[in-house]
């Protein structure tokens, strides 16, 4: 790990390298998982440098970086293997009710999309996911397992439950733009949550989210593991509160 954080740190000096990158480090500061994330994505150079050509240089492309490496990719790795072998939590969470083996073709990871990146919307998609049940995919290299929530269809299908958190610092660099200081700066508004309602936020805001979702699905493209597109879904949290 001090190699890991001497090579970061290595990477944040070298200003000649940060301009052969997209610009992430903005948009993940303070999030941990994420840095890592970069590091890894300047290992892959020769890769991403493709990549680079083809996702928006923007906040959420350095999120959706880290939400990949972290979680997504562990998914989808996991998901090329015949059948995953899933340990299913009591209702406390603490104790394992059951273990379960599930068919590749019978399992999603389903995303859940907050209304917007207000902390309020983001709150509630957290606690939305922490709603369901927790389980354990049970890894067979003896790496630690990957902590899920989850729900079962009605034909007892998987669909993993998940949110991005490190999303809500994509709000947090928004505000540090140019754009939105100025529009603070003239004294429009009496505080910042105003700004929340102007058009250039909801277009930014948008932008943004949709960003998110097309790094990701060209990072999966990318890696090509052989398991169909439609094992991830990105749904917007209203949509699947209405569904239940």
Not at 70 to 93: Q, T
Not at 210 to 220: A, G, R, V, W
Request: aromatic share 10%; net charge negative.
């Amino acid at each position: 790990m001090k190699t890991l954080l001497n090579s970061i740190i290595t990477f944040q000096n070298q200003s000649n390298m940060v301009a052969e990158h997209i610009d992430l480090i903005s948009g993940i500061i303070g999030i941990i998982t994420a840095i890592i994330a970069v590091y890894k994505y300047i290992q892959e150079k020769r890769k991403n440098k493709e990549l680079e050509e083809e996702v928006r240089h923007i906040a959420s492309t350095g999120v959706a970086l880290g939400y990949y490496y972290n979680f997504a990719k562990d998914i989808f790795l996991i998901l090329r293997l015949a059948r995953l072998k899933v340990e299913l939590y009591k209702e406390d969470g603490k104790e394992i009710d059951q273990i379960q083996e599930f068919k590749t073709k019978d399992v999603t990871l389903r995303v859940i999309m907050p209304r917007n990146l207000e902390q309020e919307s983001i709150d509630e998609a957290i606690n939305y996911m922490y709603s369901y049940p927790k389980a354990d995919i049970v890894r067979l290299d003896n790496e630690r397992n990957i902590g899920i929530n989850y729900t079962l269809d009605e034909n007892g299908k998987l669909i993993i439950i998940d949110f991005p958190k490190p999303l809500k610092a994509v709000r947090m660099h928004l505000l540090s733009e140019e754009e939105f200081k100025e529009i603070i700066a003239k004294g429009k508004f009496t505080n910042d949550e105003d700004i929340f309602d102007t058009p250039e936020w909801k277009k930014a805001e948008k932008d943004e989210m949709e960003n998110f979702q097309t790094t990701i699905i060209k990072l999966i493209k990318r890696d090509d593991f052989g398991v169909p597109l439609n094992k991830i879904e990105f749904i917007p949290i209203q949509n699947m509160k209405n569904a239940m």
